[in-house]
């Protein structure tokens, strides 16, 4: 059974805004799929019910087996935090905390000791080449450190899914290039990735290429 | 942990300005309910000392009224078995430090007559019992000060204490100064009872007598004490005293705590406020750490935390303020307290563990219950929604306001139907309901009326600029935040136009009751600071004498002392009914035919009662009163009920040949004097005086004597305004931390309007525009609200608390004066964060984005 389905999903924003229009995708475990399309036809609105912070409002959007509409904001909260790791478009750093204690949130949410998260987090720094900056806050970091400490907190607490929203769009084309091949590398672990992207170079680097356009799927 | 720092700490430390604000509101609240607090508490204990002063085994004391009981008693009392120990006591006033030039200046000392050779000692002499010369105190007039007396009026053992046993000139030596903290109010003093006796014309009397007796045979020994001693005694516990003490300043100590607990009110708006905004301003954050897996009940904790980290620091502040400004209330109260129930003289402050738990514990209380509902927004919206924008988010938080408008409605409902229901053992808990419930259904309605408000001026704004145009749309899309800041506005405006209201009306009535009642042309006194205690300085033949002097044409008198009745104190007077003078000093309710009144009151035992004695028990004229005296238990008709505003005490009134018969007692407290047609005031006054010698009087006229009345009246409120002055400057604050905050989060789009072209001055004026409107709109609603909860204070709060029937007066023009301060105080407040607004560097706002 594929992490990730979507099944007929349609979402409708105050009523009258379709922004998803009888969507069906599925991801499988060690896929890098790229969600391809122009502003406004509804990445980020699939991402959203993917991720579990939104809900379809009509169709199923099953996470390993789980219809998110069935479940309790409670169920969901740990979904979220347990199976999903979201990189998103502004990378969203908490600006009052630390790199290192941004990218260790997700395990602190889990409740994990404290020693494991301060070993965990420096491993997963290490990995995206990011230790030397841990003590820095998110306003002193460039954009492509931002998003290498994006990635790190996506990825810290092993999770099944990872859903990244345009996780180039902000950076040159050497760091760029650095997050995809991190990207791809977690493909290569098992983890299932959707990446969001406008970037056509982008795109060549995943396995399968989705395409959307006023909030529905092309291919 | 990590939350809280990730949405609190920085964020507080970047917007201290505003923590501080926020802060300084809930230190002011807290400060002031303390403040008050420890004012009461003082009182309390100043004003219970003379029934605590022996020692802490006293258990039973008998107790007399009036001019007390004959001093035979003692010898009954002390051979009655189970009493180990009588010791007997006299209490007098004594005034000190009257200059010539102003009888009415000096102070009144309490002083109690005590016997130190028995086995009871004042516990204030008791520790240095054997550091005077003990045959000095009682066979040479000594009498025994405190330490700042003897400071005050230079006085050291052996010195001599000049002062005034009513109209007579008393002459005394200080035997002993006691060292200061002995003591809680240092105006008490000690003699000997037997020199007391004497210069409180007492000889042979007592007003009480300290036991202590076997605690397991205490309601034996005071029910055989009962069977020996005159009616009018009474053998009671001295906790019951006290207590009596504590219910007569109940009502006057409760309704100044309501008004302090107000400011604390408006400071919890703030609260709510600061909360709310950092709520709309941590959305990402908020949104980003629910994405990642963050419960709605870990982001509900951190807000409630944040809340409760100011109600913690604020209330911790606020007590160490308190703790100065008590200073000055105790002063305050201490007078209040002194001019409408005793004297007493609060020399320190009494810091009670409770009183500060309480004000601290209210304090945290209500900054967490007012940070509840931000933090449930903040916890309850989706994460999506969260990250969306903060336009959305707005809307979601105003977006309730029909439910908001009909909670609102149903609170005002509430209120209406609390005011009808009656007082709780004498107190007015559903008035007091009532207000809570009008304050907070108006606090409701606020958005509402906000909104109501917005669109006529959407239209106007287009007309009036760009400057006004933007300001009015930027409060259209933040109305809920705005509906806060004028809510907590709004409260201290209504607070200060009903306290307005109430005293104005107050003031008013009184003025139009003394010129009624005060018909008298001149009064004669004794010297001396007066206050509301009587100890019948002037006997029958200085009455006469007096009555004699040529140009009188009449004279009145009255005599009035504190009795115990039906489990509270109450005021025993009695007057001459004459048809000459009766209709020009008392007002009746009702028809009363003063012809067949005076003679029924001449005639046996009819007394009539004050409006605050028929609110207290509920007894009317055609009921029937019991009363102990000294010639046994009397039943008296109550034939009227008459207006009284000396006392909240409820007053009932015999004749007087009646309290003569029945009390044994010719003395009198105070005389009004009638002159002659065409007698000049001056003339008779000078007569009068010669003619008391070698008695020393005051004489007042009448247009004296009612600018007294009026003064009393002023000081009684000056601190209900001191009171409603902070309120108005905490919620001043939140206008300020509203607004800036306003305009650090609109940085960008004012930035971008900047950009564009806007220039600094219409930056400046859009932010007076918002400052203004909230100020003309909390300001109208204020006095709505506030004629709402005026009516409440005077026709519920008031009438239930002391039984005062207030004529209401509305001051219109007053009203119009306060929507203008308002106005004026919000643009005041706008200085600072128009000053941000205009000085923000466009690109590095832009850039930031």
Same mark, same amino acid.
Not at chain 2, 81 to 109: H, M, N, T, W, Y
Not at chain 2, 494 to 504: K, P, Q, T
């Given at each position: ?33 790229? +969600? +391809? ?50 990189? @998103?478009? @502004? @990378? ?128 | ?24 509101? =809930? ?5 002031? &309910? ?55 006591? =006299?209490?007098?006033?004594l005034a000190v430090g009257v200059r010539s030039a102003d009888f009415q200046s000096g102070e009144l000392l309490h002083v109690l007559g005590v016997d130190i050779t028995r086995q009871v000692l004042p516990a204030a002499i008791s520790t240095t019992a054997g550091s005077f010369d003990v045959g000095q105190f009682i066979n040479g007039n000594g009498i025994i000060v405190s330490d700042r007396v003897a400071r005050e009026y230079r006085l050291r053992s052996g010195s001599v204490l000049q002062g005034f046993a009513g109209a007579r000139s008393v002459r005394l030596y200080v035997a002993h100064v006691i060292p200061p903290g002995a003591q809680a109010d240092s105006s008490v003093a000690f003699a000997d009872i037997a020199t ?37 005694? /009474?053998?009671?516990?001295? /906790? ?79 007590? #160490?303020?308190?703790? #100065? ?145 933007? !300001?009015?749309?930027?409060?259209? !899309? ?80 009255? /005599? ?23 209709? /020009? ?6 028809r009363v035919d003063l012809r067949s009144l005076i003679a029924a009151m001449n005639a046996g035992d009819n007394v009539i009662v004050s409006d605050p004695f028929v609110n207290r028990f509920g007894l009317r004229p055609g009921d029937r009163l019991t009363v102990p005296t000294p010639s046994g238990i009397r039943s008296f008709r109550i034939l009227a009920q008459y207006n009284d505003y000396s006392t909240s005490e409820g007053t009932f009134i015999i004749s007087r040949p009646t309290f003569e018969r029945l009390f044994a007692d010719d003395t009198v407290d105070a005389i009004a004097v009638y002159a002659q047609p065409g007698m000049r005031l001056a003339q008779l006054r000078s007569q009068l005086l010669r003619a008391a ?18 003064? =009393? ?39 971008? #309007? ?16 918002? &400052? ?65 607004? !205009? ?11």
């Amino acid at each position: 059974m594929p992490p990730v389905i979507a099944r007929h999903v349609s979402k409708r924003y105050d009523g009258d805004v379709l922004a998803l229009d009888d969507v069906t995708v599925t991801i499988e475990s060690g896929e890098l799929v790229a +969600l +391809l399309g122009p502003s406004g036809c509804g990445k980020s609105t699939l991402l959203n019910l993917l991720g579990c912070i939104d809900l379809p409002t009509s169709g199923d959007v099953l996470i390993e087996d789980k219809a998110t509409s069935r479940l309790s904001d409670d169920a969901l909260t740990l979904l979220r935090r347990d199976r999903i790791g979201t990189i @998103f478009q @502004f @990378f969203n750093l908490v600006p009052t905390l630390t790199l290192e204690e941004n990218v260790a949130l997700p395990l602190v949410l889990q409740r994990c000791p404290r020693e494991e998260v301060v070993e965990r987090t420096m491993l997963v720094m290490d990995e995206v080449g990011i230790s030397h900056r841990a003590r820095s806050l998110p306003a002193q970091l460039s954009g492509g450190e931002m998003q290498r400490g994006a990635i790190a907190r996506a990825i810290i607490h092993r999770p099944a899914i990872v859903l990244a929203d345009e996780p180039t769009g902000n950076l040159d084309s050497h760091n760029g290039s650095l997050v995809l091949d991190q990207l791809a590398a977690l493909a290569g672990r098992g983890q299932a990735i959707l990446m969001a992207t406008h970037s056509e170079e982008a795109a060549r680097r995943a396995g399968r290429r989705v395409r959307m356009l006023d909030g529905r799927i092309l291919e | 942990m990590i939350l809280l720092r990730a949405l609190v700490g920085g964020y507080l430390r970047s917007n201290a300005l505003r923590a501080a604000i926020t802060f300084v509101a =809930i230190t002011l609240g807290v400060a002031l &309910a303390f403040a008050i607090d420890v004012a009461n508490d003082t009182a309390i204990a100043s004003f219970s000392q003379s029934v605590d002063l022996v020692a802490n085994h006293v258990n039973l004391q008998v107790t007399g009224s009036g001019r007390g009981f004959d001093e035979h008693a003692l010898l009954r009392v002390q051979s009655s078995p189970g009493v180990l120990s009588a010791s007997p006591i =006299i209490e007098g006033e004594l005034a000190v430090g009257v200059r010539s030039a102003d009888f009415q200046s000096g102070e009144l000392l309490h002083v109690l007559g005590v016997d130190i050779t028995r086995q009871v000692l004042p516990a204030a002499i008791s520790t240095t019992a054997g550091s005077f010369d003990v045959g000095q105190f009682i066979n040479g007039n000594g009498i025994i000060v405190s330490d700042r007396v003897a400071r005050e009026y230079r006085l050291r053992s052996g010195s001599v204490l000049q002062g005034f046993a009513g109209a007579r000139s008393v002459r005394l030596y200080v035997a002993h100064v006691i060292p200061p903290g002995a003591q809680a109010d240092s105006s008490v003093a000690f003699a000997d009872i037997a020199t007391a006796q004497q210069v409180f014309s007492r000889v042979g009397r007592l007003d009480r007598i300290d036991c202590i007796v076997q605690s397991s045979k205490l309601r034996s020994v005071a029910a055989a004490l009962k069977r020996v001693l005159p009616a009018d005694a /009474r053998v009671i516990e001295p /906790r019951v005293r006290t207590a009596e003490l504590q219910s007569l300043l109940r009502s006057f100590q409760l309704n100044l705590t309501a008004l302090a607990y107000v400011a604390l009110l408006v400071a919890t708006y703030l609260i709510y406020n600061a909360v709310a905004i950092s709520v709309v301003q941590r959305r990402a954050e908020i949104g980003t750490l629910r994405a990642l897996g963050a419960r709605r009940a870990d982001i509900f904790r951190v807000f409630l935390i944040e809340g409760l980290l100011f109600g913690l620091a604020g209330s911790f502040a606020g007590l #160490l303020l308190g703790a #100065l400004l008590a200073q000055f209330s105790v002063a305050a109260v201490s007078q209040t307290v002194s001019t409408l129930f005793a004297g007493t003289h609060a020399d320190a402050a009494v810091y009670r563990p409770s009183s500060a738990l309480v004000a601290f514990a209210a304090g945290v209380v209500l900054a967490a219950l007012s940070a509840v509902a931000p933090a449930l927004q903040a916890a309850g919206t989706a994460p999506a929604r969260m990250m969306r924008s903060s336009a959305l988010f707005e809307q979601r938080a105003t977006g309730g306001t029909r439910i908001v408008t009909l909670a609102g409605i149903a609170l005002l409902a509430a209120a209406a139907v609390a005011a009808r229901l009656p007082p709780v053992r004498g107190l007015p808990v559903f008035g007091y309901v009532a207000a809570v419930a009008a304050i907070g259904g108006a606090s409701l309605l606020t958005p509402a009326l906000f909104a109501l408000f917005l669109r006529p001026l959407a239209y106007t704004a287009a007309i009036a600029g760009t400057a006004t145009e933007l !300001a009015v749309r930027a409060m259209t !899309a933040s109305r809920g935040r705005f509906a806060v800041a004028i809510a907590s506005l709004m409260v201290a405006v209504a607070m200060m136009v009903a306290i307005a209201v109430m005293v104005g009306s107050f003031r008013a009535t009184v003025v139009a009751w003394a010129n009624q009642t005060l018909g008298a042309d001149l009064y004669i006194g004794t010297p001396g600071a007066s206050d509301a205690s009587y100890q019948g300085y002037f006997r029958a033949s200085d009455v006469a004498r007096l009555a004699r002097v040529r140009g009188v044409a009449a004279i009145d008198t009255y /005599r009035g002392f504190s009795i115990p009745l039906l489990g509270h104190i109450v005021q025993l007077g009695s007057t001459d009914f004459d048809p000459a003078t009766l209709p /020009r000093k008392m007002r009746f309710i009702g028809r009363v035919d003063l012809r067949s009144l005076i003679a029924a009151m001449n005639a046996g035992d009819n007394v009539i009662v004050s409006d605050p004695f028929v609110n207290r028990f509920g007894l009317r004229p055609g009921d029937r009163l019991t009363v102990p005296t000294p010639s046994g238990i009397r039943s008296f008709r109550i034939l009227a009920q008459y207006n009284d505003y000396s006392t909240s005490e409820g007053t009932f009134i015999i004749s007087r040949p009646t309290f003569e018969r029945l009390f044994a007692d010719d003395t009198v407290d105070a005389i009004a004097v009638y002159a002659q047609p065409g007698m000049r005031l001056a003339q008779l006054r000078s007569q009068l005086l010669r003619a008391a010698a070698p008695l020393r009087i005051t004489v007042t006229t009448n247009r004296e004597l009612r600018a007294y009345v009026v003064q =009393i009246f002023n000081r009684t409120f000056a601190i209900t305004s001191a009171l409603y002055v902070i309120s108005i400057a905490i919620a001043v604050l939140g206008v300020v931390s509203t607004l800036t905050a306003l305009v650090l989060e609109r940085r960008t789009e004012i930035a971008l #309007l900047r950009y564009l072209g806007l220039r600094r001055a219409q930056v400046r004026g859009m932010i007076f525009v918002q &400052a203004g409107v909230v100020g003309l709109v909390a300001g109208i609603a204020g006095v709505i609200l506030g004629m709402i909860l005026a009516l409440l204070l005077i026709d519920v709060i008031n009438l239930q608390s002391f039984g005062w029937l207030i004529e209401t007066r509305w001051p219109w023009v007053f009203f119009l004066e306060a929507i203008g301060l308002v106005v004026v105080a919000a643009l005041v407040a706008a200085l600072v964060p128009s000053n941000i607004a !205009a000085t923000i560097k466009t690109a590095e706002a832009l850039r930031a984005e």
